[in-house]
């Protein structure tokens, strides 16, 4: 289990480093892409800051899609049609108490 998440963490990392190379547009726009998912083993979390095996292999899907240049809702739509519309989070119905700060 440690080498794979290891293994995950390294491919995340690299992964992050081609987002950020690919420019500072594409990195905002994976954090973006990443923000409006919550992590599907417990859908309490995004994705962006949830340490969960499945919220790290999201990450990883999502920079690689982003540095192939899919766009936006196809992204979401990928998620939407493996778990559903519960996946997404709407800014509108988002709960206040939520932060992105580790207590």
């Known amino acids: 289990m440690t080498q794979k998440l290891s293994a995950v963490l390294l491919l995340w990392t690299t992964a992050s480093g081609l ?3 690919g ?3 594409d ?3 994976v954090q973006r892409l990443e923000a409006r998912l919550l992590a599907p083993c417990c859908y309490q979390e995004p994705v962006s800051t949830h340490q969960s095996e499945i919220a790290l292999k999201m990450r990883l899907e999502i920079a690689k899609w982003v540095e192939q240049g899919l766009p936006d809702d196809e992204i979401l739509g990928q998620y939407v049609s ?3 519309n519960k996946i997404l989070i709407d ?3 988002r709960p206040k108490h939520w932060n992105y700060v580790v207590p």
């Open 19 to 21: 987002a950020f190379a």
């Open 23 to 25: 420019g500072q547009a």
């Open 27 to 29: 990195s905002a726009r």
């Open 82 to 84: 493996r778990y559903g």
């Open 91 to 93: 800014p509108a119905t």
